[in-house]
T-cell receptor, first 119, second 114 residues
Framework: AQKVTQAQTEISVVEKEDVTLDCVYETRDTTYYLFWYKQPPSGELVFLIRRNSFDEQNEISGRYSWNFQKSTSSFNFTITASQVVDSAVYFCALSDENFLGGANSKLTFGKGITLSVRP | ETGVTQSPTHLIKTRGQQVTLRCSSQSGHNTVSWYQQALGQGPQFIFQYYREEENGRGNFPPRFSGLQFPNYSSELNVNALELDDSALYLC?????????????FGPGTRLTVT
């Protein structure tokens, strides 16, 4: 069965510090997708990134970067020079084929990491 | 482009009652998924609808049911409400079914069961 573990529950940093959010996943499939979502206090989940299992290249988007390592089943997310607006709950999620054999896009989420960035 | 909308925003119900939550998908999206998010937890998949048919279901009892309409809007119905049903209910739409597509979430409906 698929599983996503976010061992960190709460992280607090001072503005401009770099912070890394860890994500470890489990799946028996060779084809799967990994996602990161941000949930601000308003409650709406905001899509940040999607990665497929065949693409292990790291990705950078502005202050955000992602490190995908299949060897350790990890998909970690780093925020460089954090800002107060980055304060939110961050979820890592997995979508794979092993769900009723159908082509659906069920997401399995981790429990989330609450990031607080202090001025 | 209109995003995913949900109604109502908040709802208070009594144990044993029934509730209907509504979701309007993002324009052009034919797939909608519903998730339950308990306080302090990650969202849990309830079910997905693709072109008006149920296309996968999570570990939720039959009293959780849904509908998708020809315009791809959707409803989540919960019968015989229990206290543990108190949660944020999130609707998400995607361009089509398939694990590669990112899902776009609505703001959620906060349900409180007393």
């Amino acid at each position: 069965a698929q599983k996503v573990t976010q061992a960190q529950t709460e992280i607090s940093v001072v503005e401009k510090e770099d912070v890394t959010l860890d994500c470890v996943y489990e799946t028996r499939d060779t084809t799967y997708y990994l996602f990161w979502y941000k949930q601000p206090p308003s409650g709406e989940l905001v899509f940040l990134i999607r990665r497929n299992s065949f693409d292990e290249q790291n990705e950078i988007s502005g202050r955000y970067s992602w490190n995908f390592q299949k060897s350790t089943s990890s998909f970690n997310f780093t925020i460089t020079a954090s800002q107060v607006v980055d304060s939110a709950v961050y979820f890592c999620a997995l979508s794979d084929e092993n769900f009723l054999g159908g082509a659906n896009s069920k997401l399995t989420f981790g429990k989330g990491i609450t990031l607080s960035v202090r001025p | 482009e209109t995003g995913v909308t949900q109604s109502p925003t908040h709802l208070i119900k009594t144990r044993g009652q029934q509730v209907t939550l509504r979701c309007s998908s993002q324009s052009g999206h034919n797939t909608v998924s519903w998730y339950q998010q308990a306080l302090g937890q990650g969202p849990q998949f309830i079910f997905q609808y693709y072109r008006e048919e149920e296309n996968g279901r999570g570990n939720f009892p039959p009293r959780f049911s849904g509908l998708q309409f020809p315009n791809y809007s959707s409803e989540l119905n919960v019968n015989a409400l229990e206290l543990d049903d108190s949660a944020l209910y999130l609707c998400a739409s995607s361009p089509t079914s398939g694990m590669s597509y990112e899902q776009y979430f609505g703001p959620g409906t906060r349900l409180t069961v007393t």
